[in-house]
């Protein structure tokens, strides 16, 4: 691992993040200027805004930042765990499970308050199936992603049958949800959430190099001392926990668990202990942008972050792709 | 260290081991022989402790490695398995180094000795020129020299290879099997899986050869490698007749019988 390397792009992207934040906090319907934003958070003599920037903004880019975090560290773990460079949280079933569980409590006449709750146990259910799968003597990679793949294609079933067959006004709310936006977000959300999320991802960065080692197949890890049979549930489980957490908070933002990861290896390589970090700040970066953007477009319409993400990001993946010259990905 | 096997059973129908006892000696080369399917490698699984035993026991220098954890296991024993995982975007160094995982800690920070331990693999294995390449970037025989340098790194006493010399030209098949040779005369135990019964009598101490999940001969090879021996286990009339160069036995097939 090059660390000067990593250095030097952890400290680009964490620049980026702050810049990024800022534009978050100051655009929208009403847009603040950056003086004022400044006056707000450290409470300074001049003008502020204090509703808009710590009620409104500032919990929905800091929910952006840790669930945007959460879904990269999610993906590197599972393409890592899968030895697959397609594999993303989405490949073991936590999005469609989550979306499947959503549909079904709005049919159910559940309140909007509680989609999270059932996004969260959906995405943890359908990871549990996956799971089960994983702990199966000899299930190989390949198989566990099949698997998964499987029990999306199910829920996603569902989903469209719940979608076609239900009266339209009553999903709205969790069409909106699916797509992956942080409307209307606030501090109940981040307080919700960091608690789980600030662990999860301190876990993710200290187990980086069990990774690496177990990416090598499964007898070769075995062969340097990892209990392979223990560890991959384990990792799987962690992965789950920290894609299930994001979704439930804010939807299906499926594309930044892909994304962040071939970013990170394009710009550090494939050490975990590097590339970790560095899917976090990438995928951190990555959402908070869609966020605010989706907020500058046309306000005061929203755009939602999901949306913009696969729009922005799916060129730009394409194209380090394409300019890839090692065929390391 | 020596390698005990009692009444060995383990894995699946095909492929079963049936009862397998036998001794390898420590400190020599031993090879594993034996037709397609004969449980070779599933006896090689065994001996690694990837694969649970049905019954029987294996004691590496007395040790039960059933009883051993992965990482007291790893400190002992080296393997390299048959075509492992090539990971994307790693360098040749980086790999090797994986080799020092079972003595660092759970970020594997080097500890004294580590880089030496890592540079002296690379040079044993002919790939120190290649330390900065990635992984991804060599030929086959390049990789699998580079996953015979991370074992070397592992630097243990006991050192397991599954066919090591598949998918390399006869140049690299030589050098890999004096690499194993001379890595058996610092006194490791190591064992190796071949295809080849003229490579393996020549190089190995010591010969194992199954069929159908079974020990059927175990000896030096001028002891074992005998025409009676390969229509047994082959079904091939064969003349063995000794090595101009080695004086090992060679065979020469005749034809099926």
């Not at chain 1, 840790?66 to 073991?92: W, Y």
């Not at chain 1, 977000?185 to 301190?202: E, H, I, Y």
């Amino acid at each position: 691992m090059n660390v000067a390397r990593v250095m030097t792009v952890s400290g680009a992207l964490a620049t980026g993040l702050v810049l990024a934040s800022v534009w978050s906090i100051s655009t929208g319907a009403v847009s603040v200027p950056w003086a004022v934003i400044a006056n707000t958070l450290f409470d300074l003599e001049g003008p502020k805004q204090d509703f808009i920037v710590m009620k409104s903004r500032l919990p929905r880019t800091v929910l952006a930042v840790l669930t945007g975090g959460a879904l990269a560290l999610s993906g590197a773990i599972i393409q890592a765990l899968l030895r697959n460079a397609l594999a993303s949280p989405k490949v073991i079933g936590i999005n469609s499970g989550a979306a499947l569980a959503v549909c079904l409590a709005v049919m159910a006449g559940a309140g909007a308050a509680w989609l999270p709750l059932y996004a969260f146990a959906g995405g943890v259910v359908a990871a549990f199936i996956v799971w089960l799968g994983s702990l199966r003597r000899r299930a190989s990679p390949a198989r566990l992603a099949l698997i998964g793949i499987a029990v999306g294609f199910l829920c996603d079933t569902g989903v469209d049958y719940i979608l076609v067959t239900a009266p339209t006004y009553q999903f709205s709310a969790p069409l909106v949800w699916m797509t992956g936006s942080l409307w209307s977000r606030g501090w109940t959300d981040v307080n919700a959430v960091a608690p789980l999320l600030l662990p999860l991802g301190a876990l993710a960065l200290l187990i980086s190099y069990r990774l690496d080692l177990i990416r090598l197949g499964d007898s070769p890890a075995r062969g340097l001392g990892v209990n392979v049979p223990l560890e991959r549930p384990l990792l799987l489980l962690l992965a789950t926990a920290l894609a299930a957490v994001s979704v439930a908070a804010v939807g299906a933002l499926g594309f930044v668990g892909l994304m962040a990861p071939h970013i990170a290896r394009q710009l550090v390589g494939g050490d975990h202990r590097g590339l970790l970090p560095v899917a976090m700040l990438t995928g951190m970066l990555l959402v908070v942008l869609a966020d605010a953007a989706g907020r500058a477009l046309a306000p005061p319409i929203e755009v939602s972050a999901g949306i913009l993400t696969a729009l922005f990001g799916a060129p730009f993946f394409i194209f380090i792709l394409l300019t890839n010259r090692r065929g390391d990905t | 260290m020596t390698i005990t096997l009692e009444g060995v059973r383990a894995g699946y129908r095909e492929f079963a081991l049936q009862d397998i006892t036998t001794t390898l000696p420590g400190g020599k080369l031993t090879a594993l022989i034996g037709p397609n399917g004969c449980g070779k490698s599933t006896l090689f699984s065994a001996m690694a402790g990837l694969l649970p035993l049905k019954s029987g026991r294996i004691e590496i220098d007395g040790r039960d490695i059933a009883r051993e954890r992965p990482r007291a296991l790893a400190r002992h024993v080296a393997l390299l398995p048959q075509s492992p995982v090539v990971p994307p975007a790693i360098r040749v160094s980086q790999l090797v180094a994986y080799g020092r995982a079972p003595y660092q800690g759970m970020l594997g920070m080097q500890r004294p000795g580590d880089a030496e331990a890592v540079t002296a693999a690379l040079h044993k294995a002919g790939v120190g020129a290649l330390r900065d390449r990635r992984l991804s970037d060599l030929s086959g025989g390049q990789r699998q020299r580079a996953f015979i340098a991370m074992c070397l790194a592992q630097d243990t006493p006991v050192m397991l290879f599954d066919e090591p010399t598949s998918f390399l030209d006869i140049r690299y098949q030589v050098d890999t099997l004096d690499l194993l040779a001379a890595l058996a005369r610092e006194g490791r135990t190591v064992v190796v899986v071949l295809h080849d019964i003229g490579q393996a009598a020549r190089y190995a101490d010591h010969l194992v050869i199954m069929k159908d999940g079974r020990l059927r001969h175990a000896g030096p090879p001028e002891a074992v490698v005998t025409p009676d021996m390969l229509g047994e286990i082959y079904d091939i009339s064969a003349r063995v007749y000794p090595d101009p160069v080695s004086g090992a036995p060679q065979i020469s097939p005749e034809h099926r019988v």
